[in-house]
């Protein structure tokens, strides 16, 4: 089964400050894909950053980007200049790369960005 | 503009009462799945579809129902709610596996 891990509740960053977000998981598949979504306080999804397995270079999203180390399994979301905007709640997840059936999230990191 | 809805956006019921949340998507994805968000437990999902047709259950399933009768509709069914259905609902669409298309969400309250 797989499974996503999220350890830190909340963050605190200040603006303009880069900010790591970390993520680990678990899973026995060879071919899978890894999300960050953002969820503001209006409640939303919003799709951020996707990573697959076989992807060789790091995911990149204008000032998101993902620091893949597949021999760590972990997945952590770099925040690059952070705004007041972004202050929200971010999600790590997978799924087999060779479909959508599953999506597994974590528990989720609440990030602060104070001016 | 490419989107997915849901309807109701809000909706209070009560124990044992028959519901239907609608989902919809105008982006002709053949993936759509539900699912349920609640505190300290992020998303899980309760029911996915990868074609018309073709459903299956998720990590949470109990007490849902789900139908695919069209490509663009994905309807979640709760034949008789419970206050453990208490939860924030989301549905998803996909072209593929890289991208996620949600709805706004649905808050649902059972008492």
């Known amino acids: 089964a797989q499974k996503i891990t999220q350890t830190q509740p909340g963050m605190f960053v200040q603006e303009k400050e880069a900010v790591t977000l970390d993520c680990t998981y678990d899973?026995?598949?060879?071919?899978?894909?890894l999300f960050w979504y953002k969820q503001p306080s209006s409640g939303e999804m919003i799709f951020l950053i996707y990573q697959g397995s076989y992807d060789e270079q790091n995911a990149t999203e204008g000032r998101y980007s993902l620091n893949f180390q597949k021999a760590r399994k972990s997945a952590n979301l770099v925040i690059s200049a952070s705004q007041l905007g972004d202050s929200a709640m971010y999600f790590c997840a997978m799924s087999p790369n060779t479909g959508f059936q599953k999506l597994v999230f974590g528990t989720g990191t609440r990030l602060l960005v104070s001016p | 503009e490419a989107q997915v809805t849901q309807n109701p956006r809000y909706l209070i019921t009560v124990t044992g009462k028959k519901l239907t949340v609608t989902c919809s998507q105008n982006m002709n994805h053949e993936y759509m799945s539900w699912y349920r968000q609640d505190p300290g437990l992020g998303l899980r999902q309760i029911y996915y579809?990868?074609?018309?047709?073709?459903?299956d259950k998720g990590d949470v399933p109990e007490g849902y129902k789900v139908s695919r009768k069209e490509k663009r509709n994905f309807p979640l069914i709760l034949e008789s709610p419970s206050p453990n259905q208490t939860s924030l609902y989301f549905c998803a669409s996909s072209p593929g596996p890289r991208e996620q298309y949600f709805g706004p969400g649905t808050r649902l309250t059972v008492t």
């Open positions: 899973t026995s598949d060879q071919s899978y894909g």
């Open positions: 579809s990868m074609n018309v047709e073709v459903t």
